[in-house]
T-cell receptor, first 111, second 113 residues
Framework: KQEVTQIPAALSVPEGENLVLNCSFT??????LQWFRQDPGKGLTSLLL?????REQTSGRLNASLDKSSGRSTLYIAASQPGDSATYLC??????????FGTGTLLAVQP | DTAVSQTPKYLVTQMGNDKSIKCEQN?????MYWYKQDSKKFLKIMFS???????INETVPNRFSPKSPDKAHLNLHINSLELGDSAVYFC????????????FGPGTRLTVT
């Protein structure tokens, strides 16, 4: 049974700092790993999707990596901005045809 | 243009009532989902439909019944609402199953009093 964990649960950084969010999963038979952003009271915005055959994906200041053998994914945010403040969720897709979500990391970027 | 839309955005109702939440996607996707986000912000899948066919039915009380009239719509009907049903319900869609990125609606905040 797939379990997804995100550490830390909350993170506060000053503006301009580079940061890494971590995601761990227990079942390496993962089809893909998706990172989302959720703003308070809003839905989820898809940020990056990494297929199991890929090792990383990049979009602007965001870079996500996937290491199936260690059961880990990271989301790297470069030059953080106050507008990056949100909850970041990772989710793993597998043979059960459903996404298993982590509990999220609440990020606060201080101006 | 809203890719995945849900109505209503907020729903306040009393215990025992029956209510429906509607979802529509204009992305041309084949797969649609319903998720529940509880008070601790944990997201869990409830149902998944692929081309109007039920694919996933998690351990959800049978008071919850999804209906997909066509592949662009997936509605959620809830009978005999209970206090524990209070949550935010999200609809999502993907092109074809979980190998593709999922796109979420804005959510429906259900409060049962």
């Amino acid at each position: 049974k797939q379990e997804v964990t995100q550490i830390p649960a909350a993170l506060s950084v000053p503006e301009g700092e580079n940061l890494v969010l971590n995601c761990s999963f227990t079942d390496s038979a993962i089809y893909n790993l998706q990172w989302f952003r959720q703003d308070p009271g809003k839905g989820l915005t898809s940020l990056l999707l990494i297929q199991s055959s890929q090792r990383e994906q990049t979009s602007g200041r965001l870079n996500a990596s996937l290491d199936k053998s260690s059961g880990r994914s990271t989301l790297y945010i470069a030059a953080s901005q106050p507008g990056d403040s949100a909850t970041y969720l990772c989710a793993g897709g597998g043979a059960t045809n459903k996404l298993i979500f982590g509990t999220g990391t609440l990020l606060a970027v201080q101006p | 243009d809203t890719a995945v839309s849900q109505t209503p955005k907020y729903l306040v109702t009393q215990m025992g009532n029956d209510k429906s939440i509607k979802c529509e996607q204009n992305l041309g996707h084949d797969t649609m989902y319903w998720y529940k986000q509880d008070s601790k912000k944990f997201l869990k899948i409830m149902f998944s439909y692929n081309n109007k066919e039920l694919i996933i039915n998690e351990t959800v009380p049978n008071r919850f019944s999804p209906k997909s009239p066509d592949k662009a719509h997936l509605n959620l009907h809830i009978n005999s609402l209970e206090l524990g049903d209070s949550a935010v319900y999200f609809c999502a869609s993907s092109r074809n199953g979980d190998r593709d990125a999922q796109y979420f609606g804005p959510g429906t905040r259900l409060t049962v009093t």
